[in-house]
């Protein structure tokens, strides 16, 4: 982790960097902190908006988040029920529907709690501003309200208004910290060019009308780098990943991490893949089936997008001891599970004396109620580098992520050491 | 770890552990060594004995031997191909009849294979000797060769006879070192008792005729002790476990570990039940069936064997978080399995706002496959513990065992890391 | 299926067959029907009370009613929304809070259906009788509330009583038909008795104080038959099994049928099994684990009863080609579950040149759910069969049991299709 | 079925129809029959030959033969162990390896059978013409052997060798008759030609050099019916559903069949359909999963061949009472599974109350295995039909077929009681 320099001066730039240092509350104990989402009114934005409402009414326990084990306890973080929420919307929905369809047609949260917290999420929903579709594909231009299309002239003008949109938020909310964690549909692969090796190219080409040199997630991270706030990709998306955004957070000294929140059967690769390995048998093949319902199910039907969600997916496979793995994962569209996500896992491998034999899984897991509570981690533990004055990536949160940036290991385990190690440290002051 | 200390001489103890010291080979690099199998016809024993031929042949990989991982490269460890094979065994079978019948019956082992092997598995049956009944229950008396039954007028002669066996194996082949493995049926659960608590207690017991005392199982490993072998319980039976046992092996000098390999289903339990801790799921309930179809299944068809089992296989799932995690573990005799065993796992699990979520996973393995590389690794690290000099458990073995003796930590990759780090330590020489 | 006989006069009977007969809206149509159950409000009971109040409001469609199919359009079946509800109940719960707790632990029903039926629920519950304790297990009993064990002096009473609760509700709903179905808990195995072999000796048994020569569900069928209604048992229960019971029904000109409804596992097995007798393939094992977190469950807990619902369980196999197939059905009860049956079925058969081969299926249903249907076509085709004079098991009935009274073929297919073939034939009018 | 037609005389027919009907044997009791497949050296021609060699050696049971049931005892079927085998072959690929693939890589067949059987399949190796690649698509011709690319000016020249290889057999074996039956890789779905219409216009597009107008497995069923031979589609290929093709196997007074031999996973999906339907469930979505890694698998990787094979094999469904169900149906090519395939399928249906429930199921089966005996009971029940003079579509052999030509029903239960039926009616002498 490079510490903490110097803050350039940006041209895109538009709120001074003393604002995000100026914490008002430092000296009355605990920050006040704000969580910015890009795609807020999709399945997981809404379940994070529901989730911290029940926290805060004591309505619901902590389960599902990692920042409330034992391991975390003196690592001095937020409260996650005091998180202000605002976002990014592209489409004509908002978060009280996503809540109220996520429940009705898809059987997830308490009608109760529901009903409860129907107040909160239209109060939170005067924060939920319209997203961009400069570098949009075609799927999301489909599902977007029609006069998202229209606002900006140029890409350089939608980072101008979604980072004073930002902007606007912390100072609406009197916040210390504002984090953006990029929750939206995943895009197609990326593809590198001219533009995206240094700033100043870049700016130059989002100034052209027209111009499509970077994916909408990338427009959204710089924006959140110009509101001098850090940022998070919990998609497979380019986002962050493009070395010209990277270069500007670093420019201006701030913390940032991707790629794809790991939350389902990821995640189970992750701790069954060492297994084989620690046992020194030998993976044959591994073969994965998803299927899954919610609007990511929907934007993955698109071949183009799925095959960036496959390769991230296939990325926690890639130190599996035998070199001739045969890997398969596959993604289909089922309507009918709406949240709900269902993999198929098969793993063929051999023992000792060249038998074969196999394991298959089933998971069966709600996307949005497993990735909702790690989106409240991040936030807590990019609000903790924040103040720890962190620059670059967080490479200590590898383990949150299918396809970490810069990790130091491919180990899901050495990730978690390397994570509990850190929280450990004393925060600065 | 105890540092070695000096010998006590006991009275049922026949060779000088001189012997056991006196090592022919050590000027001219590595060691002689011997392993000696309590039910040595069984299907994992017989494994072991045709693995050893095959790695001797070049007719197999490695795979499925943790100790030849890279981490294990630099530990100093024999060839596993070159170590010598005898064993007890109460039944009327030979190593090549159980060979022939999984290939034959369970579709294990390549028919080529087994015909190369033939001569060798039959110059090892010579190093087969009769076990003991002394302490077996009705399931192995019912299985067993009439003749064992008579052998001995008390339980302290079959020690004797049992650890004369074993030492006249190593001066026949003129080993440096000979570990014994139990890898006989399943016994049912030992009800403690006075004479369990000194080995003086359990000597006088022991000569008693009629003695009932302890199982078989621990009498193989008093004749172990008593030859000065180091003796691994690869079993959940009582065996080391008795505190007099260990008594005894501490007094001559000797490591010792068990209990139980963990080969399969619990397996993939101690890999999993850290992934729903570390994401802070709670697991309401962890559903487990198992059904095979080889002489440990018959023998567990037995319900009082079957909850020693149970239990063992439950004491991996002891740390997970939920306190009021609801356990379940079946095992069911399916003859048409022979050497395979499928477990199917239920995970039952909440996340964030209450929301129940589960997992399911299948697991299609042949136990004797899986378990023969792991006995193998035993005896090499066991060997090199004794070079080391170790006395009482191999506690840094715990990751090969369901319910590891004394293990520092019930963490699967605590015990792994203990393992690797140990590995890394250099050897006495 | 028998003709109609004359009615003999019981010394049991309390209202006279006239009045069954005496159809008060024949002439206007549809007759008037009610619906008595036992264990009225356990988790099928409440579900179908639920459900008739969805229909009739038109909060749901006829999904999961068999006689909703094209195949029964022209059976002359009543309206199943327009079916009364009553029914006995031995434990302090009610309807509404059965539903409730469905709801809220188990995730079952639309919270709003729940909200808009609420009052009807409460109307409902006063037409819910205590039951009795005669002849129930310890189990029932603990889980009774106290009063009800207090009612009667003789079994005798209990029947007397339970048959003139029937009997009111009739009157005070001008009911035409009522049908009896016993949807209380499963019963350990009943042993054959002297008493069981004819009415005469039963009546005198039943009179002497404490008796309990028959189980509770016998009783209950007896207070339906002299009731003048037919009794249908959807569980594994001895109920209308008993010849003596029997008799008495066939006496009093009544149709019945049972045992125990086939509604998730079972069914499948129903329709796998022939698969595999059709291809020749031979079943070496079938083994079937059944977890489930309902008062079923909790019921099934207790070794004795669930050796009956297993006995029951393995019926549907019975014609499975192989002779030495090793079947295996475990059930467990696992509270998280609430009212979802979780099932793992292995299927281990033999094809071509004796090779191996496996399926297995995962089901995961709401029992109740799937119950209460088919509770509701069993009301509606019990009343064709009283309309038509039927007396005596209704064997067309069979696709609906597990265990059928009497089944003309062992076959779900042959059962399905006298079932479609008896639905086509006209009603007598 | 049509009555049979007389004979119309064609310009590609080489031998007389009365050699066909000309039964040597037929006075001395069972007719001698003959067996010519298409792709005679794959996984099913290769087992179908080593399965007649172990029946007639007495070596395994007739496990996996539906006409070996007692509803076939009557049917005066030919004993299959007498059937001649021979076929035509693209590759340069024996039986005797294909045999000896299947059982060391993937672990079918006993060793000790397959030594016993050897001189036999190299017997019967000399019965293997090779085959045509007119026709042929990429996957194919790249697998074939290069000498067969040139053996044939025109598709004509193609279909008269093929046909004269056939009679050459007839002939030498001096067989009653011989059942062409297709075994070969599937091909990529055939579009629509002019020349499809007619026989007439057939021949003449068929003489143009590289003419391309129908795909191999079209050639193949011309050839057979040249030679006058009952042929059989066991794949999802064209072949005899070409009009123009059916219509010259009727002009000769042939019967047929096709298309697409049932044997796993849509077996069980033809059985479980049903379930839910009779059941009144809705099917929300049926998703299935096929891994399979032999040259079937290898064709499959194809994404045309596999449209093909997935058309088929969702045709299965398409009966399904819920119009509005998503299915979808995946197939990867997984190698290490050699000639087993592993199917997983997801069903998610709805019952009463609008609830969600779901089903899965996993099937471990070897394609091959499956499919041999249903190759020698098509055969067995198509010399039946040619003795009995059926002309056209065999249409009671629906059930061994996943796509059947012209059934009278999509039911698999109607079909099969249809094939019983047609079975117990007595054969023509």
């Given at each position: 982790?490079t510490p903490?320099?110097?803050?350039?001066?940006?041209?895109?730039?538009?709120?001074?960097?003393?604002?995000r240092?100026?914490?008002?509350?430092a000296?009355?104990?605990s920050?006040r902190?704000?969580?910015?989402m890009?795609?807020?009114?999709?399945?997981v934005?809404?379940?994070?908006a529901?989730?911290?409402?029940?926290?805060?009414?004591?309505?619901?326990?902590?389960?599902?988040?990692?920042?409330?084990?034992?391991?975390?306890?003196?690592?001095?973080?937020?409260?996650?029920?005091?998180?202000?929420?605002?976002?990014?919307?592209?489409?004509?929905?908002?978060?009280?529907?996503?809540?109220?369809?996520?429940?009705?047609?898809g059987?997830?949260?308490?009608?109760?709690?529901?009903?409860?917290c129907?107040?909160?999420?239209?109060?939170?929903?005067?924060?939920?501003?319209?997203g961009?579709?400069?570098?949009?594909?075609?799927t999301?231009?489909?599902?977007?309200?029609?006069?998202?299309?229209?606002?900006?002239?140029?890409?350089?003008?939608?980072?101008?208004?979604?980072?004073?949109?930002?902007?606007?938020?912390?100072?609406?909310?009197?916040?210390?910290h504002?984090?953006?964690?990029?929750?939206?549909?995943?895009?197609?692969?990326?593809?590198?060019?001219?533009?995206?090796?240094s700033?100043?190219?870049?700016?130059?080409a989002?100034?052209?009308?027209?111009?499509?040199?970077?994916?909408?997630?990338?427009?959204?991270?710089?924006?959140?780098?110009?509101?001098g706030?850090p940022?998070?990709?919990?998609?497979?998306?380019?986002?962050?990943?493009?070395?010209?955004?990277?270069?500007?957070?670093e420019?201006?000294?701030?913390?940032?991490?991707?790629?794809?929140g790991?939350?389902?059967?990821?995640?189970?690769?992750?701790?069954?893949?060492?297994m084989?390995?620690?046992?020194?048998?030998?993976?044959?093949?591994?073969?994965?089936q998803?299927?899954?319902?919610?609007?990511?199910?929907?934007?993955?039907?698109?071949?183009k997008?799925?095959?960036?969600?496959?390769?991230s997916?296939?990325r926690?496979?890639?130190h599996?001891?035998?070199?001739?793995?045969?890997?398969?994962?596959?993604?289909?569209?089922?309507?009918?599970?709406?949240?709900?996500?269902?993999?198929?896992d098969?793993?063929?491998?051999e023992?000792?004396?060249?038998?074969?034999?196999?394991m298959?899984?089933?998971?069966?897991g709600?996307?949005?109620?497993?990735?909702?509570p790690?989106?409240?981690?991040?936030?807590r533990?990019?609000?903790?580098?924040?103040?720890?004055?962190?620059?670059?990536?967080m490479?200590?949160?590898?383990?949150?992520?299918?396809?970490?940036?810069?990790?130091?290991?491919?180990?899901?385990?050495?990730?978690?050491?390397?994570?509990?190690?850190?929280?450990a440290?004393?925060?600065v002051?």
């Amino acid at each position: 982790m490079t510490p903490r320099r110097s803050v350039a001066t940006g041209r895109l730039m538009i709120y001074d960097t003393l604002m995000r240092t100026r914490r008002p509350n430092a000296d009355r104990g605990s920050p006040r902190v704000g969580l910015w989402m890009i795609g807020a009114c999709g399945g997981v934005g809404s379940t994070v908006a529901l989730g911290i409402a029940a926290l805060a009414k004591g309505l619901s326990t902590a389960t599902g988040l990692v920042t409330e084990l034992p391991e975390f306890r003196h690592a001095g973080l937020v409260d996650p029920s005091t998180i202000a929420i605002g976002g990014h919307e592209v489409r004509n929905q908002t978060m009280l529907e996503a809540v109220r369809e996520a429940h009705g047609r898809g059987g997830l949260f308490d009608g109760e709690l529901v009903r409860t917290c129907t107040p909160w999420l239209r109060q939170v929903q005067r924060h939920i501003r319209p997203g961009t579709l400069f570098g949009a594909g075609k799927t999301i231009r489909d599902l977007a309200d029609r006069s998202v299309a229209t606002r900006d002239r140029t890409a350089a003008a939608a980072v101008r208004r979604l980072s004073s949109d930002i902007a606007a938020f912390r100072k609406a909310k009197r916040l210390d910290h504002v984090v953006v964690v990029n929750v939206a549909s995943s895009e197609p692969p990326t593809k590198p060019a001219a533009a995206h090796r240094s700033y100043a190219a870049l700016v130059k080409a989002l100034a052209k009308p027209g111009s499509r040199c970077v994916p909408s997630s990338s427009i959204y991270a710089l924006a959140a780098i110009e509101a001098g706030c850090p940022f998070i990709n919990f998609t497979p998306s380019a986002a962050i990943s493009i070395p010209a955004v990277r270069e500007r957070a670093e420019a201006l000294g701030l913390p940032y991490m991707g790629n794809d929140g790991k939350t389902g059967e990821s995640l189970v690769k992750s701790f069954l893949a060492p297994m084989f390995a620690s046992r020194n048998l030998a993976v044959l093949s591994w073969v994965g089936q998803n299927i899954l319902g919610n609007r990511d199910g929907e934007v993955l039907a698109d071949p183009k997008t799925r095959a960036s969600k496959i390769k991230s997916k296939e990325r926690v496979l890639s130190h599996l001891s035998g070199k001739q793995t045969t890997t398969r994962v596959s993604i289909d569209y089922v309507p009918s599970l709406v949240d709900w996500k269902v993999a198929w896992d098969f793993i063929h491998f051999e023992g000792f004396l060249g038998t074969k034999m196999n394991m298959q899984f089933t998971w069966q897991g709600s996307d949005s109620i497993l990735a909702a509570p790690l989106v409240l981690d991040l936030v807590r533990l990019a609000v903790r580098e924040v103040q720890r004055g962190t620059v670059g990536p967080m490479k200590h949160l590898a383990c949150f992520f299918k396809d970490p940036l810069e990790a130091d290991s491919a180990d899901h385990f050495e990730q978690w050491r390397s994570l509990v190690e850190h929280a450990a440290e004393a925060p600065v002051q």
